[in-house]
């Protein structure tokens, strides 16, 4: 093995093993009971709600990317909004949280689904003013102020950046909601809730399939102080009640559920279910093993067949090996950063092997 191939292994581990989602290794029973329950929201045309936790480092994240692939390439459904670490503090909203979601679904999404519902209204209704366009839209959506925003949006595109204040729950003055024609702001968590409520009907009337929305390490939900907790409670109770046309994941590192307040609360977890909610743990030393195992046969480059019939771990010898299995809480994340670790330090000595020394 040249010292060129074995540079290109160290970038080639350090890489995939983190982003690429193909490659998921030792939690079968867990993802597959996922895309189970999936499959099953899929049939019975319904909406479906998943918890994610445990410690950090386990791949939460990743089992996330990976499921992202899945929707996109056996549901055709792609991921409108991933919220990655959502800015939170002691006094934040759900709005805050919306918000979030909303400005990850981009405006170009958002105004191609308002666009569309007023084409498809206008067709089935055979409309050709305006203002007709109001009544089978509210019907459809029932939110009045939304309403009005979506028919803006559509006839006055120059103030499309004042219905992009409103929409993602920004102060409104009484001049810019004049010229909306809307009523109210939307930034309180029952206004909020509603605008996304209709904008995930939209979507299923318009693609005939869900749409689906991650938020990811929640956990900066503990900062939050308590009578704004509730307010989540509120929020996360009325997401995960919506009956059709969403997927929702939420994941978050925590050893335990109830480390977690607010997520744990009795209510949510009711709502989401004992079987949507999946914990992934610490690796034992076996199932470490088992994944460096299957990790580098997946990863490997120009290797020697009998070289590796003698060490399914080459290039690492099988001290390094042990080494790595020796770690307390082994989890993916640090057997990636401890394999990575030894490759560089091989690539520094020009040695074509990765010894125990060089993976600590």
């Known amino acids: 093995m040249s010292e060129n191939i074995l540079n290109e292994f160290k970038q080639t581990i350090t890489h995939l093993g983190y982003i690429d989602p193909s490659i998921y290794i030792n939690r079968e029973k867990i ?3 996922i895309k189970k329950s999936i499959d099953r929201a899929f049939i019975l045309d319904s909406s479906i709600s998943f918890i994610i936790y445990g410690p950090y480092g386990v791949g939460k994240t990743h089992t996330l990317l990976h499921l992202k692939q899945y929707l996109h390439k056996t549901k055709d459904v792609d991921v409108v909004s991933h919220v990655n670490s959502p800015l939170l503090h002691r006094r934040s909203t759900f709005v805050d949280l919306y918000k979030q979601i909303i400005v ?5 999404y958002i105004y191609e689904l308002f666009e569309k519902i007023s084409t498809k209204l206008s067709l089935d209704n055979k409309i050709k003013k305006e203002y007709e366009l ?3 839209i509210n019907n459809l ?4 102020d939304l309403t ?3 028919i803006s949006s559509i006839y006055s595109s120059e103030i499309k950046y004042i219905i992009w204040k409103w929409l993602i729950g920004e102060k409104m003055s009484n001049n810019e909601k004049k010229m909306l024609g809307i009523v109210n702001d939307n930034d309180n968590t029952l206004n ?3 605008t996304l409520s209709a904008i995930i009907v939209i979507n299923y009337l318009i693609n005939k399939k869900p749409m689906a929305i991650m938020i990811d390490e929640l956990e900066h939900i503990v900062q939050l102080n308590y009578e704004y907790g509730v307010d989540f409670i509120q929020g996360f109770r009325s997401l995960i009640e919506i009956r059709k046309g969403l997927i929702l994941f939420f994941s978050f590192a925590s050893e335990s559920l109830e480390d977690v307040p607010y997520i744990s609360e009795n209510k949510i977890l009711f709502r989401v279910g004992r079987n949507e909610i999946h914990k992934l743990d610490y690796f034992s030393e076996f199932e470490g093993q088992e994944y460096i195992i299957e990790l580098l046969e997946k990863l490997r480059v120009n290797e020697k067949k009998d070289v590796i019939r003698k060490n399914v771990f080459y290039p690492f010898t099988q001290e390094a090996i042990d080494r790595i299995l020796m770690e307390n809480l082994l989890t993916p994340r640090k057997i990636m950063m401890m394999l990575a670790r030894g490759l560089g330090n091989a690539v520094m000595s020009n040695s074509f092997i990765v010894t125990d020394d060089m993976v600590e």
């Open 141 to 144: 959506i029932n939110h009045r």
């Open 192 to 194: 909020a809730i509603k």
């Open 31 to 33: 993802i597959n009971g």
């Open 134 to 136: 109001f009544k089978p």
């Open 104 to 108: 990850n679904m981009g405006q170009e």
């Open 148 to 150: 009005s925003v979506i």
